[in-house]
């Protein structure tokens, strides 16, 4: 062991000597070695190696690591926090709140994310963080713009922009880094992404290759204050306030979503409430309910199919009868109200209002009652309510019409009366007849168990040796019976019998 620490120990010293970290012992390599600058070549031109001054092999090889690395990426910014998947999703996190501020800043950062904020996002040169300040920094939208205007190219993929990070020299950053940049440009440029002619949401970590950036045309501040409280009121949307791309770009692929989701059931809710005015007689333009689930399913059958972009300008231009937050009732339960619809008895109720008398009065008022939620707003009247109470109240009426059409004499009631006694006591009848045969089966459960257990102690008795003294008076008559036990024990058996001849004394 001492040998090869020895031996070890020489290697090293051979190999500090041979590169110049160390002078002593002079005996350790060839006198005739030319020196430590001729150990260090490299096959990349224009890139001469410095010998390092390192006290340790370990050292020296570190420092020539790190001239490659300058010389390879003179870019590449000095971080003092890893590249992982979270440290990018803070940093992400405090450029979206910057960018949502309106301000491009955020105050009052802890302690530990201003750690991770000044060891990446300073150096990349994303935000500056003073204190507890992290505010957006200009150069990388200004590099970007810079970059298009050279390139004569304002729609640059996202793989353009990727190569463009390493312009005019090369910073050596990984693509996720790369995205991060590209990401925070376009919140803070007012960009959205296109992939396959649709505008899409994404994070800093789902970029595609094929995605563009286009500059995002933003609507004027009352269209997007009207749109977004529309939005909110008819579909429950909640994004921020701030007008920027990213805000409208969520905003309008939101609004389309929501017309896409709720336009068929409206659109089968307007049918339903156009039949069922024609069955009441009613003038649906007049009908408030009418006329606000028609004009909100126009609407989302505009939306559907539009751009996000067009979608928040329909949203806040649309002629709506009614207010938003009133329709917006109205489109929620829209599925609700169309299958109570369907399951009103128009034909039934049409017989009874051509009925005489109270019965004809009562299918009126009926009558009434349904048209008054039919016309009436989903938030004042609860259509499928009302025609719940309504269909029980009609199948009420609807027997009391039988009931006056068949009204029975005397002799009818005593009859029914006489039939009803007589069935009375048929099914009390039945009742005993039922109660005996159960009585029946349980007593032959009862004789059946008796017999089996009768014959299980025959059998134990048939097995207990039998002892025939010769002389007795009594042995026939014994071994009879014992034969008869046996036979009875074991049905359908044939008894072997086994005469064994004793010692009087042994017996």
């Not at 810079?146 to 990984?174: F, H, I, K, S, Y």
């Not at 309008?252 to 896409?260: H, K, L, P, S």
């Not at 134990?460 to 034969?483: D, K, M, N, W």
């Amino acid at each position: 062991e001492n040998r090869q620490q020895s031996l070890e120990r020489e290697l090293v010293n051979a190999l500090e000597v041979a590169y110049g970290v160390s002078m002593a012992p002079e005996n350790a390599i060839d006198r005739h070695f030319p020196g430590p600058a001729s150990q260090l070549r490299t096959l990349a031109p224009g890139f001469t190696i410095q010998p390092p001054d390192a006290s340790k092999l370990q050292t020296a090889m570190e420092r020539l690591l790190t001239q490659a690395l300058e010389f390879q990426f003179p870019a590449a910014p000095d971080v003092s926090q890893s590249f992982k998947r979270s440290n990018l999703k803070r940093v992400a996190e405090f450029v979206e709140k910057a960018v949502a501020s309106g301000r491009e800043r955020v105050d009052g950062i802890d302690h530990a994310n201003r750690v991770i904020l000044a060891g990446l996002a300073e150096p990349l040169g994303l935000a500056t963080m003073n204190q507890d300040v992290f505010a957006l920094k200009r150069d990388w939208r200004e590099h970007f713009q810079r970059q298009m205007a050279q390139a004569d190219n304002r729609q640059p993929t996202v793989n353009d922009l990727r190569e463009w990070c390493d312009l005019p020299n090369a910073r050596g950053l990984p693509q996720e880094v790369r995205d991060l940049l590209i990401w925070s440009y376009a919140l803070a440029a007012d960009c959205r992404f296109i992939e396959h002619g649709a505008a899409v949401d994404v994070g800093c970590d789902n970029l595609s290759s094929n995605m563009e950036l286009r500059q995002q045309e933003l609507p004027s501040q009352d269209i997007w204050t009207i749109a977004r409280e529309r939005a909110g009121h008819l579909f429950g949307f909640s994004g921020p306030s701030l007008c920027n791309a990213a805000t409208v770009a969520a905003a309008g692929i939101a609004i389309v979503g929501y017309g896409r989701t709720y336009q068929a059931p409206l659109a089968d809710l307007v049918a339903a409430l156009r039949e069922a005015h024609a069955h009441l007689g009613l003038d649906r333009t007049t009908s408030e309910r009418y006329r606000s689930a028609n004009a909100a399913a126009e609407l989302l059958a505009c939306l559907k199919n539009a751009s996000g972009d067009e979608a928040i300008r329909i949203l806040a231009e649309a002629d709506l009868p009614a207010a938003a937050d009133v329709i917006a009732h109205g489109v929620t339960t829209a599925n609700t109200v169309k299958e109570a619809i369907y399951k009103v008895r128009w034909s039934t109720l049409k017989d009874l209002l051509q009925a005489e008398g109270a019965i004809g009065k009562r299918a009126e008022a009926l009558h009434e009652r349904l048209a008054a939620a039919l016309t009436h707003e989903q938030r004042a009247m609860d259509l499928a309510g009302a025609i719940a109470e309504v269909d029980r109240d009609l199948e009420r009426l609807l027997v009391q019409a039988a009931q006056a059409q068949t009204a029975p004499d005397d002799d009818e009631r005593e009859q029914r009366a006489e039939e009803a006694r007589r069935a009375a006591e048929e099914a009390r009848k039945r009742e005993e007849a039922a109660h005996a045969e159960h009585e029946r089966l349980r007593r032959e459960l009862e004789e059946e168990r008796r017999r089996r257990e009768e014959a299980e102690r025959r059998a134990e008795v048939a097995t207990e040796p039998v002892i025939l003294v010769s002389g007795s008076a009594e042995a026939g008559q014994a071994l009879s019976e014992r034969l008869q036990d046996l036979a009875a024990a074991h049905p359908g058996k044939r008894i072997r019998v086994i005469f064994e001849l004793v010692d009087a004394e042994d017996s």
